[in-house]
């Protein structure tokens, strides 16, 4: 069985993904490497959001001023 979660790259996705990964690991009863697995998606999920932040170009409203 496979789980597939699509998620904007804000913030926000951080604690949902956290929530999504224990529920299909408990659903599929391996919620034994829970605290684990939790842990590997919030850091990989975290970094995917910031590299999404430092990639935007600088006429983007979110994007954070730049100076020369």
């Known amino acids: 069985s496979r789980f597939y979660l699509d998620m904007p790259a804000q913030p926000g996705a951080v604690p949902h993904a956290r929530r ?4 299909t690991l408990a659903a599929w ?5 829970a ?8 850091e990989l999920v975290t970094n995917a959001v910031l590299a999404h932040a430092g ?10 001023v730049r100076g020369p």
């Open 20 to 23: 999504c990964t224990r529920a």
């Open 55 to 64: 990639s935007r170009p600088a006429s983007d409203p979110g994007s954070p």
């Open 35 to 42: 605290d684990d697995t939790e842990l590997v998606v919030s």
């Open 29 to 33: 009863q391996v919620g034994d490497v």
